[in-house]
């Protein structure tokens, strides 16, 4: 298996634009996660998908941002209008589920650097 | 909030010694993690330990878990240049994890 995958490794884009990060997971996780790292905040959980249904979007800074997972394999996190107080490296994860604590272990991908101008 | 914190902040040490990283948290778990994450990369899933159980080896990553302190430590023994990274501790509870801000190694040739 070849992972989480992500794209793009890189985004800079002006203030003001709409920005979309793209997420793979690894096939038959159950389990998609968008977090943010930043220095000033370390890596923080944004929103989580369990079979494509949105969990807990509780992280989710503003309505600037929206999320969605339309099937198993492919989830987005979308910035519209972006800030550049945005700028940061977004990760996805992706995990099995179920009731053997073996299964949060979390698996993730290389991340997207975005920068906002 | 359940959020662990890492200490110290960071650590440098000399290849072939071993580097000791404390995690707290603050309330109950199901399990605890570590995760380590080199520069530019996404976090690494290292180990896992569970709420019922006290400590836990792979390799040369050594475990411990108190959950009457809610702490944990991760002993790294004798390290190498390549476990130069920052090191996160995470508590899951219900498929979630709050993870730390990180121990960051430094281990110098």
């Known amino acids: 298996d070849a992972g989480v995958i992500q794209s793009p490794r890189h985004e800079v884009t002006e203030m003001g634009q709409e920005v979309t990060l793209r997420c793979k997971p690894i096939s038959g996780h159950d389990y998609l996660f968008w977090y943010r790292q930043t220095m000033m905040r370390g890596l923080e959980l944004l929103i989580y998908?369990?079979?494509?249904?949105?969990?807990?979007d509780s992280g989710m800074p503003e309505d600037r941002f929206s999320a969605k997972m339309p099937n198993a394999s492919f989830s987005t996190l979308k910035i519209q209008p972006s800030e550049p107080r945005d700028s940061a490296v977004y990760f996805c994860?992706?995990?099995?589920?179920?009731?053997?604590?073996?299964?949060?272990?979390?698996?993730f991908g290389p991340g997207t650097r975005l920068t906002v101008l | 909030s359940q959020q662990g914190e890492e200490d110290p902040q960071a650590l440098s040490i000399q290849e072939g010694e071993n580097a000791t990283m404390n995690c707290s948290y603050k309330?109950?778990?199901?399990?605890l993690q570590w995760y380590r994450q080199n520069s530019g990369r996404g976090l690494v899933h290292l180990i896992l330990?569970?709420?019922?159980?006290r400590e836990k080896h792979s390799g040369r990553l050594r475990v411990t878990l108190d959950t009457s302190k809610k702490s944990s430590s991760l002993l790294i023994t004798a390290s190498r240049a390549a476990d130069t990274a920052s090191y996160f501790c995470?508590?899951?509870?219900?498929?979630?994890?709050?993870f730390g801000k990180g121990t960051k190694l430094t281990v110098n040739p």
């Open positions: 994860a992706s995990s099995l589920g179920g009731l053997l604590p073996r299964y949060n272990e979390q698996f």
């Open positions: 309330t109950s778990i199901n399990n």
């Open positions: 995470a508590t899951g509870v219900e498929g979630k994890l709050v």
């Open positions: 998908f369990n079979n494509n249904v949105p969990i807990d």
């Open positions: 330990i569970r709420s019922n159980e």
